[in-house]
């Protein structure tokens, strides 16, 4: 695809339920980050991968988080049992290298409210 | 731990006035330092860059930024501004071969005034 594309775009959650977002990247990056945006804040980083092997998950804020990417392509972060405080965006990137200094692309996000 | 500070929540220019975005880091290496651009629905771009070498470096859309290691700055200017450059600018320091773990700034919301 022409850049990397998140679904759904928006999410609305009722307390307890669980969610999956979804990441398709750039066909062909290696590097693959989620990262978790509140409102009038900065991208926070919760995990990141190269290929399939997830190498630093030590954002994720709780064990409710879990991400994966098993084919090294489309990734999925789940949360389970979702609270209030996942009430936020939520930012995937891609980028071509494994070291982390090539361009980070971004998708649009997948903005997430629990009620 | 590593930090990004950027004082100005928001900031508002005239249409070809020019902007200084600022930018304060706290890292106890050599930075990976970036600017983002955020438009209203959009993900964030990749304005520049800066790993080492010259310390003014030039990015997209006619912005540059200056690293400053005495004063722990990258500020982000643009000699004049254009309506369309109305977004969310965004700082990020990132560490070593682990850059793409980055550390964001709160943003600095640019309101162009006609």
């Known amino acids: 695809g022409a850049g990397v594309s998140q679904s759904p775009r928006y999410k609305v959650a009722k307390r307890g339920q669980d969610v999956a977002l979804r990441c398709d990247p750039i066909?062909?990056?290696?590097?693959l980050f989620w990262y978790q945006q509140a409102l009038g804040q900065g991208p926070e980083f919760l995990t990141y991968f190269q290929n399939e092997a997830q190498l630093d998950k030590s954002g994720l804020p709780s064990d409710r988080f879990f991400a994966e990417r098993p084919e090294g392509s489309v990734s999925t972060l789940k949360i389970q049992r979702t609270q209030q405080e996942d009430s936020a965006v939520y930012l995937c990137?891609?980028?071509?290298?494994?070291?982390?200094?090539?361009?980070?692309?971004f998708g649009p996000g997948t903005r997430l409210t629990v009620l | 731990a590593q930090s990004v500070t950027q004082p100005d929540i928001h900031i508002t220019v005239s249409e070809g006035a020019s902007l200084e975005l600022r930018c304060n880091y706290s890292?106890?290496?050599?930075?990976?330092l970036f600017w983002y651009v955020q438009s209203p629905g959009q993900g964030l771009q990749l304005l520049l860059k800066?790993?080492?070498?010259?310390?003014l470096v030039q990015g997209i859309k006619g912005f540059e930024a200056e690293f400053k290691r005495s004063q722990s700055s990258f500020n982000l200017r643009k000699p004049s501004v254009h309506w369309s450059d109305a977004a969310e600018y965004f700082c990020a320091v990132g560490a070593g071969t682990n850059a793409g773990k980055s550390t964001f700034g709160d943003g600095t919301t640019l309101t162009v005034k006609p």
């Open positions: 066909s062909g990056h290696v590097s």
């Open positions: 890292y106890g290496a050599t930075p990976y």
């Open positions: 800066y790993f080492s070498g010259d310390t």
């Open positions: 990137a891609s980028s071509l290298g494994g070291t982390g200094l090539n361009e980070q692309f």
